[in-house]
């Protein structure tokens, strides 16, 4: 089942076919560095048991619709304070995309998608209270938290959303986790 999609990207839950790409790309060396690429038993294992249950907040799986090809995860999860603890009404949205397809704009694509659907229930909201658009994620809410390349941290910026990024390794940031923080008002998708 589609929950989110735009004109090159597809996100849905996760199913027993993506396990085989999910392996692939996990254990790929320059995707993981600085991190070690883990033994396939345990891939398998993170695969069953955390990556491919729903959640009502967290990673969907991603298709490259031109290739109808798994690619990887990407999604929003709950943001969490220092001290552990969920932090109400705010996200970090995460992109752990395979090699072959860095560099093509894709994190851009679905940082856009997911901060304008994290932003849809604010602004149906203040025009409509009863309304709810049918692509917003189950927890979504009026602040969010993104992932993004440094464009999409200069669009974010330009919508009035702050960044902070820590990226994972020094080249393109595709894998990598970035906070953007704004309110329903501030965040524009375009």
Same mark, same amino acid.
């Given at each position: 089942? &589609?929950? %989110? *999609? &735009? $004109?090159?990207? %597809?996100?849905? $839950? ?46 969907? !799986? ?22 552990? $603890? ?44 009863? *309304?709810?658009?049918? &692509? ?15 464009? !999409? !941290?200069? !669009? ?5 959303? &702050? ?12 894998? *990598? ?14």
């Amino acid at each position: 089942m &589609t929950i %989110l *999609q &735009t $004109n090159r990207l %597809l996100f849905r $839950n996760h199913i027993p076919a993506d396990l085989e790409p999910y392996c692939e790309i996990e254990s790929d060396p320059v995707y993981r560095s600085p991190q070690k690429v883990h033994p396939r038993t345990e891939l398998e294992r993170s695969f069953r048991e955390s990556v491919s249950p729903p959640k009502p907040m967290g990673l969907l !799986a991603t298709v490259f619709k031109p290739d109808d090809k798994y690619i990887g995860r990407c999604g929003l999860y709950p943001r969490r304070g220092d001290d552990g $603890n969920v932090i109400p009404g705010e996200a970090v949205l995460a992109f752990y995309f395979a090699r072959p397809y860095w560099g093509r704009g894709l994190a851009t694509e679905a940082g856009r998608a997911f901060i304008h659907t994290a932003s849809e229930p604010c602004a149906s909201r203040a025009s409509s209270p009863a *309304q709810t658009p049918k &692509t917003t994620p189950p927890s979504a809410s009026c602040k969010s938290s993104a992932s993004s390349t440094p464009k !999409a !941290a200069k !669009a974010a910026a330009t919508a009035g959303i &702050t960044t902070n990024c820590e990226s994972s390794r020094g080249s393109p940031m595709t894998k *990598q986790e970035c906070n953007v923080s704004g309110s329903g008002s501030d965040i524009v998708s375009g």
